[in-house]
């Protein structure tokens, strides 16, 4: 089936929602989403989101953008960095503006707590930057914009599974999807494309990110032609359920919780002096990884620490800890307000993902080449605003501040341009990529995609987590290009056209498999430690060599071809060595 719109946003998350919010009333937009979009990943942020308010305390833009910086190893554009902090402001009292029940302060303010890396004066000690609704800040934000997109009429197209990013003459003009409910595949032509996809936690086995996460705009873009960057920069959070990798949210320890060590020690305090248990969450995952590594892991197998917020008191846990406390009762049995809870760190959130430039327009090379007509934002783009590693609470405000401005230019391009033709064939590659996956039901195949899928999540939390080195990297290297020749022999056991789930983790898996491999070669490559980035084979930062983002382009074969290096833009804060 064909349709035609001017803007065409493929994600309904808080990034795609905010895109599609500024485009109403300017253009026929439409917004694509697999998912219900009060289902997207957005929903399940718990802890916040930031903006020098300054409501409770002394707070300034230019400390914000600095916090961004340094948090992100250096390796944060700087002039995507002040944008962030500059505009979080506006952001925030836009989203109250738009009914977001925010925490208040007893004068009616609304309220902010710490959160890990953001500091007062340029890093003197933890500031309180991050506005909250309890600790479910992300459902009350995907709430909030749905339902202005569901009062200015935004036209949905609920559970379409983007399938291929269609570019003709240099230009990108549309995309096509799968209807899940009819298996029919639909083109949509458009004047502008705007990817709000999610990330690509999923590729490990201990995660907090849903199901859905499986990267497939972020493969779709580099399937297309376009580079990927950054994509060894992939973040593990402290404080996953052990096992498990459910979040709890660094607002925990914003709100006073602390870790300890097998002997009660507060651990973190040996590591950062300063900040402590607030140290960016690439330095607590390390200090986690050290206390386990040398035996102070709590646990028959000393692999876990524990999170304890059993001294704030009852009233706080239940009225600002709510939701995390209750999954620790539900999936590992223990009561926060008297125990500690067991805790590993949990793969998180990509750094890396589509480059843009800070109006969104997604790049192609180290010169900075726009591919007209095409945006991305959120977190299947790399703007770069997180560097090397990003600070909690910096999503969500990148979230509302790059998806404006990917939907305010894209209704610009609109407005300045007329549509550019389809190719001939706009649907050949997804029909192939359907074939290829259906061919499975007739063709004995017998290879499984839900085995593959677990040994590639074992694979990488073995392998690139959040300690790396060379030999490691080679061995995941080696194992993921032999289940990507297994995974040419995936068979299907539903051969049925309407709501097929299995095709769709097929079609999934086969994303991952991708990101799992430019995240992996990125690494091997990167002979430096910088933010998330850590090898024990190469442990300090080389700004000489590496000062730089790394483009990964795609070969016809689905690896890796060719590493480039972007220059990183710097600005009013110098590189530093990073202390806390
Ligand atoms: C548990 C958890 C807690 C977090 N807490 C915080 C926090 O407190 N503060 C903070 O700043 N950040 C937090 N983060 C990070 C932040 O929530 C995410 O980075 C952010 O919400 C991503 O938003 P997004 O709009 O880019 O994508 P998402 O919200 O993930 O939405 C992706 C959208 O893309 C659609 N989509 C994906 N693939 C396809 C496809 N093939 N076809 C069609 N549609 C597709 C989905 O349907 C969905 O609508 C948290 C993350 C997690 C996992």
Redesign the pocket.
Known sequence: MYHKYDAVV???????LMAALQLVGKANVAV????Y?S???????????CAALGNTEEDHWEWHMFDTVKGGDYLTDQDAAEVLARDAVERIIELEHMGLPFNRTPEGKIDQRRFGGHTRNYGEGPVRRACYAADR??HMI?QTLYQQGIKNKVTFFNE???MDLIINNGRCVGVT?LDIKTGELHTFHSKTTIF????Y?RCWQVT???H???G??TVTAYRAGVPLMDMEMYQFHPTGLYRIGI?L?E?ARGEGGILRNSEGERFCERYAPTLKDLAPRDMVSRFIYQEIREGRGVGPNKDYVLLHVDHLGKEVIDSKLPDITDFARTYLHVEPYHEGVPIQPTA??AMGGIPTDIEGRVIIDEKGTVLPGFYA????ACVSVHGANRL????????VVF?RRAGQHAARFIKENDYEELPTTPEKRSNDLLRFVEGGAQSGRKESAATIRKEMQECMMTNVSVVRNEKQLLTAMKKLQELRERFTKVGLTDNSTKFNTEKLEVLELGSLLEMAEVTTKGALERKESRGAHYREDYTSRDDKKFLAHTLAYRSPEGSVKELRYKPVTLGRFEPKERKY
Not at 10 to 16: I, Q
């Open positions: 493929v994600g309904a998350g808080g990034a795609g694509i989403t697999k998912l979009p289902r997207s990943h957005t929903g399940a942020a718990q802890g916040g989101i800040t992300g995907l379409f599974h983007l999807a709000a996809t999610g990330g936690g907090s990110n849903a859905a996460c499986s497939d705009g979040l949210s607002a998180h959130y934002a959120g977190e299947v909690g609470t910096n999503s969500l405000v990148d979230l998806g």
